[in-house]
């Protein structure tokens, strides 16, 4: 085995390539990564090294062979198949390595988040729903170090931006996000889909999961004439009909 193949070859389901395929199967069952759409990538906890899915690859027929692997330090690329290009959301991916320190990145191109940014201006935002508590707030619990996630009682925020004629020309208005959202785990792109990270790929996948029942249930709510961050006892005022 070449040592390419061995940074991808590993009887551990839990090994990076072969989580991303699991991955990009099931998000295409979910209708989250059709047409080739969307992308994973996960950053070895071990070696630190970020795993990439390629561009052009049918999500539900992902292999091992197909993934790109980067030096977390150099950025070069210790792994690239010749038959494929690299996603062009890679830049974005490597941005939230940086500069959010994330563990792992998902991004599809949800028909919830789609229609959320048809809906919404420049913010998403739904307060007072039980699964909000599965996302965090940003703040740390200075006594157990440990993230504190939004309660019931909280609104959640996640920042919208313009779609770009190239996923990476994104990177200007992703970089502002952080800037202006610091506590987000999510970024919203207007008619295309959502990027989600988290500190590891099993956090990242119940944010982006969470994230997306929110997102569903919000367009729910505006079709009823009921506002996805109104009060709680305030959604009778709203609710369209007799
Ligand atoms: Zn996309």
Redesign the pocket.
């Known amino acids: 085995m070449s040592s390419e193949d061995t940074l991808i070859h590993s009887d551990d389901p839990r090994h990076p390539a072969n989580l991303i395929c699991t991955l990009c199967k099931q998000f295409f069952y979910n209708n989250w990564c059709t047409g080739t759409?969307?992308?994973i990538s996960i950053k070895d906890p071990e070696t630190s090294h970020y795993y990439l899915a390629p561009s052009g690859v049918q999500k539900e027929q992902m292999r091992p062979e197909d993934l790109f692997v980067m030096d977390a330090q150099t950025l070069d690329y210790l792994r690239a198949p010749k038959l494929y290009k690299p996603s062009a959301?890679t830049p974005l991916f490597v941005a939230c390595y940086q500069k959010k320190d994330a563990g792992a990145i998902i991004?599809t191109?949800s028909q919830n988040a789609v229609v959320c940014s048809l809906i919404f201006g420049d913010e998403f935002r739904i307060a007072n729903i039980e699964q909000i508590k599965a996302i965090p707030s940003g703040k740390v619990d200075p006594v157990t170090m440990k993230p504190i996630a939004l309660s019931f009682f909280d609104t959640l925020r996640i920042p919208i931006i313009e779609n770009m004629a190239h996923?990476d020309e994104l990177i200007d208005d992703l970089h502002k996000t952080f800037i202006d959202y610091p506590n987000t785990c999510a970024v919203i792109v207007r008619r295309?889909?959502i990027f989600v990270w988290g500190p590891a790929i099993d956090k990242a996948k119940i944010f982006n999961e969470a994230i997306d029942y929110l997102m569903e249930l919000a367009i729910k709510m505006h079709k009823l004439g009921i506002p996805p961050d109104c009060g709680i006892g305030e959604e009778k005022k709203h609710l369209a009909g007799p």
């Open positions: 759409g969307g992308g959301c991004h191109h996923e295309h889909g």
